[in-house]
């Protein structure tokens, strides 16, 4: 089989939704509006300067999830896609992931932003297939903890790895998207690899390695 691997946040939307999300809690007065906003400003900076320690921004990200009930926190999550997500779905993912459907690939999206937040997003963007961090579930609610390894960096080559062993037939290509030096071990993986609106780094690394370079924020774009 095909199968076409994007990454998330700043790949298939023009933002990142995790840091969205931080910010639709202090709009809505969710969480403390002062200190949420510095911690989370800073996890984000270090996100994209490759430097993020994982498990201490999953500590952080995943506490207000255990403050509230599912009933809750599902009813804040609707609220979330409509106002703050369906604005940033990029131009061209749309078309992007029409064109691999068409082809016959198999979709997914591989994201280090936890489940709770993308699997609502992934059902938007109508990707059948979803690889998250997996915050832990126990008697109904969130514990705040990580379940299993984080879908990040090198992570995200290991629950790839694992996911597709468990698939009934063997892939035979692989097409990656990602914007980030985080997932330069992703895009290795691939048969064929794609920065989409590449950072600095990962731009620089793509045009050394001869990876098209392409962008969906504009009018909508494909890889070839």
């Known amino acids: 089989m095909k199968i076409a691997v994007f990454d998330l946040d700043h790949t298939l939307l023009a933002s ?11 709009e809505q007065g969710h969480v403390d509006r002062e200190a949420y906003e510095r ?16 498990l201490k921004f999953c500590a952080f990200s ?3 999830l255990s403050q509230h ?12 896609i409509r106002e703050k997500i369906e604005p940033v779905v990029a131009a061209g993912a749309p078309a992007l992931l029409e064109r691999h459907r ?4 198999t979709l997914l999206i591989t994201s ?3 489940r709770f937040v993308t699997e609502p997003i992934a059902e938007l963007l109508g990707v059948p297939h979803l690889i998250a ?3 832990e579930i126990r008697d109904g609610r969130y514990t705040g903890q990580v379940a299993g390894l984080p879908n990040f960096q090198g992570g995200k080559v290991v629950r790839l790895r694992e996911w597709l062993a468990a698939q009934p037939q063997a ?29 600095e780094v990962l731009r620089d690394e793509a045009v050394k390695r001869g990876w098209q370079v392409i962008s969906l924020r504009g009018s909508p774009a494909a890889a070839n």
């Open 16 to 26: 990142d939704s995790d840091y969205l999300w931080g910010q639709f809690l202090v």
């Open 39 to 54: 911690d989370n400003r800073r996890f984000y900076e270090e996100y994209q300067a490759g430097t993020l320690d994982i």
């Open 62 to 64: 995943l506490k207000p």
């Open 69 to 80: 009930s599912m009933e809750t926190l599902q009813a804040w999550r609707r609220q979330f």
């Open 102 to 105: 068409a082809e016959g690939a």
């Open 112 to 114: 280090a932003t936890n």
């Open 133 to 135: 961090t997996d915050p």
């Open 171 to 199: 892939y035979t290509h692989m097409t990656a998207y990602s914007d980030s030096r985080n997932d330069i071990p992703l895009l290795e993986m691939a048969q064929q690899a794609v920065a989409v609106d590449p950072d």
